[in-house]
């Protein structure tokens, strides 16, 4: 983001230099709902209101670069987690981001992969150590299940898996907390029960977690061996890695269901909570788009098949779905 | 509904402000909407039953010529003495029109009895009428316009201290609103007598909005800029004096509770208005009762959730009214586009 960029986004949104990320958000959301109510009607065309619709969305997406959020939040404050979601071992493949020094010296790196609750255009892993590390790597169940739920961010998916379902929202890695992440993850429950499937992972693979880095979604998702940093004084280290869905990234039935994977949730479980029935929910997934109803089916469909994963932003998930959908029916000829 | 003590004190206070400063005029509160049938004449009667009630001095004025029917709202039979007779100059003054009603402080200048057809008043007698609102002997003139963007409904609506827009949560208001929003303010800037130019610009406007949005005050401001800078100048103070009230009636859900926001957002970034939401009113079957009854809703149903809203919109419709003077309350000021807001004839 350049300056000129962040001045232009930010008058977009009608927010100052120094708003948060919450402000930010709360702008992009009431912008959003303006141009949504009828107010608009016999002052704007249609076509003028999704011009805004796009401007308001890359205004947000430019003061939602996570460069700009590791600006105003520097080294020393530990970073709230802005969401969890825990992928086994060897889920995805490519590179990490290298390990960065943390504040609290008795932190592992627990894995975490965020996801921003808003725009869905970043997903954010991070395997900060921060705050609540020393407890999880206390090990017990419940308490990293408490760390986890006061880590959540109130801007952030964690807060609405974790807290609102009361999940765990964090896994601790390395050596030295694997163990007692993996008797966590098992004492949890529930569909979003993120450390079920890493610690099935941690045992069944005996390699650590993985750190996420890089781009999210089509095929371009990558990750690597987290570096597993036994807790030891002075010696501190956490990955703390941005894993960045842009908007510019489809949301596919492949990423649908590496999420749904990652979260341990069987088509019949999400059948059973969106009410879709699971041969379209595997067409979906399979992008098997000839099976598929008409569109606006399938509209409502997608979007409650990425609420109940929890996407950040639904709609706008749906949309790009849809796109890709819309442009199959129209090579159709149908 | 009763007027607690501190409220009579306050008015006694007003009115005493009013009479030692010889000249000042009543507060001009003004209701206009865009569509007919979304709750004006029901706020203009609340409202100023409701200021009666705390002890001012207040006039109910129907400028709703041809349509008027303030009266039936009041529960009076139609007034011998209308606006027709001072159109008519057969009265010299808005005085003799005033009638009592059966509220306390409140009396009423009826346009009914008016000739059929009378729907607009031309040039000369509105002026005339202008110059003379100022001498009404009121602490308050709650004005009711008729619908829509007839130039007797722009300049009332300029000319007001507290000019409040209304509307309901509709497609059909919320565009009637819009227009109405950028011809009130074309008129608003021609009021000012700007030069010639900028003069031109907003004739044009006006003229040329017929059946299709106007142009809006952030726009006008623009071309005036490519004109010269006297009509500039002229052109952006008008707009950032424009600063319409918004009240949404009729209000059944949460979407339609928040339109009133949406409508300031909108009017700010696309119109460059600055307009205030006084406030929303939900629907309330109450009000609907009242106006069958012929009783003003604040003294049938003073309990009742549209009552307690009024109260509200009021108590906050006068400190607006207190705080913004008008431009001008008596004639149009040709030539002074520099004059600031505060110079008008009120204190």
Redesign the interface.
């Known amino acids: 983001m350049t300056p000129q960029e962040g001045r232009d986004a930010r008058t977009m949104l009608?927010v100052s230099a120094e708003a948060t990320d919450e402000d930010v958000r709360k702008a992009y959301k009431?912008?959003r709902?303006?141009y949504a109510?009828?107010?608009?009607?016999?002052?704007?065309a249609p076509d003028e209101i999704n011009q805004f619709r796009d401007a308001i969305d890359a205004a947000y997406a430019v003061l939602m670069d996570p460069e700009r959020r590791a600006r105003l939040r520097p080294d020393a404050t530990p970073t709230p987690p802005i969401g969890s979601l825990t992928l086994p071992a060897g889920f995805l493949a490519g590179v990490a981001g290298p390990p960065t020094p943390t504040p609290n010296p008795a932190a592992a790196a627990p894995l975490r992969a965020a996801a921003r609750d808003e725009g869905f255009e970043e997903f954010q892993a991070s395997a900060t150590g921060e705050g609540g590390g020393a407890t999880v790597a206390g090990g017990a169940a419940d308490s990293d299940a408490a760390a986890g739920a006061d880590r959540a961010d109130e801007q952030n998916l964690a807060r609405e898996v974790g807290a609102e379902r009361g999940t765990p929202s964090a896994v601790p890695s390395g050596s030295g907390v694997s163990a007692a992440a993996g008797a966590g993850a098992r004492a949890a429950a529930g569909p979003f029960d993120l450390l079920g499937a890493s610690g099935e992972a941690l045992d069944g693979s005996g390699s650590a977690p993985v750190a996420l880095a890089g781009p999210f979604g089509g095929g371009g998702v990558a990750a690597t061996p987290a570096h597993a940093t036994p807790p030891a004084p002075g010696a501190a280290a956490h990955a703390r890695l941005d894993l960045e869905l842009r908007p510019d990234m489809p949301l596919t039935g492949e990423l649908l269901r590496r999420v749904r994977e990652a979260r341990n949730v069987d088509l019949r479980d999400v059948s059973h909570h969106t009410k879709v029935s699971v041969t379209q929910l595997h067409a979906i997934e399979n992008e098997a788009f000839q099976a598929l109803p008409a569109a606006v089916y399938v509209r409502g469909f997608v979007v409650e098949y990425a609420r109940y994963l929890r996407f950040p932003d639904p709609q706008a998930a749906a949309r790009s779905y849809l796109e890709r959908y819309r442009a199959f029916l129209d090579a159709r000829g149908s | 509904m009763t007027p607690t003590a501190e409220a009579r004190a306050a008015a006694a206070k007003e009115g005493a402000t009013n009479e030692a400063s010889q000249g000042a005029g009543p507060h001009l509160c003004v209701f206009a909407a865009g569509k007919g049938g979304v709750g004006r004449t029901l706020l203009a009667v609340n409202g100023a039953v409701y200021l009666a009630n705390m002890g001012y001095r207040v006039v109910l004025f129907d400028a709703d010529l041809g349509n008027c029917n303030l009266h039936t709202l009041l529960g009076a039979e139609p007034p011998d003495r209308t606006l027709d007779d001072f159109v008519h100059k057969r009265v010299d003054s808005l005085n003799a029109l005033v009638v009592p009603t059966r509220v306390a402080n409140l009396g009423l200048v009826s346009a009914a009895r008016d000739p059929i057809g009378a729907a607009s008043l031309k040039h000369g007698p509105r002026t005339r009428l202008f110059t003379h609102l100022a001498s009404i002997q009121a602490d308050y003139v709650v004005v009711d316009t008729p619908v829509g963007t007839g130039l007797t409904t722009l300049d009332f609506f300029n000319l007001a201290h507290g000019p409040v827009a209304v509307t309901v949560a509709t497609p059909a208001a919320t565009e009637r609103l819009w227009r109405f929003i950028c011809a009130a303010f074309i008129r608003s800037a021609l009021r000012v007598g700007p030069p010639a130019p900028a003069r031109a610009l907003l004739e044009e406007a006006f003229d040329q909005s017929v059946g299709r949005p106007a142009p809006s005050p952030g726009a006008l401001v623009r071309a005036a800029r490519a004109l010269d800078e006297a009509s500039a100048t002229a052109v952006e103070q008008a707009r950032a004096r424009f600063r319409p009230a918004l009240i949404v009636n009729e209000a059944r859900t949460r979407a339609d509770a928040e339109l009133g926001e949406a409508i300031r957002v909108l009017a700010r970034d696309r119109l460059d208005v600055d307009l205030d939401v006084l406030g929303t009113l939900s629907w309330d079957e109450a009000a609907w009762i009242s106006v069958s009854r012929r009783r003003p809703v604040v003294v049938e149903a003073p309990e009742s959730p549209f009552s307690q809203q009024i109260e509200q919109l009021v108590h906050r419709l006068r400190a607006r009214v207190e705080a913004h003077p008008p431009a001008t309350a008596a004639a149009p000021a040709a030539g002074v586009a520099g004059e600031a807001p505060a110079t008008g004839v009120d204190r």
């Open positions: 009608g009431r912008l709902a303006v109510s009828e107010a608009t009607y016999g002052l704007l």
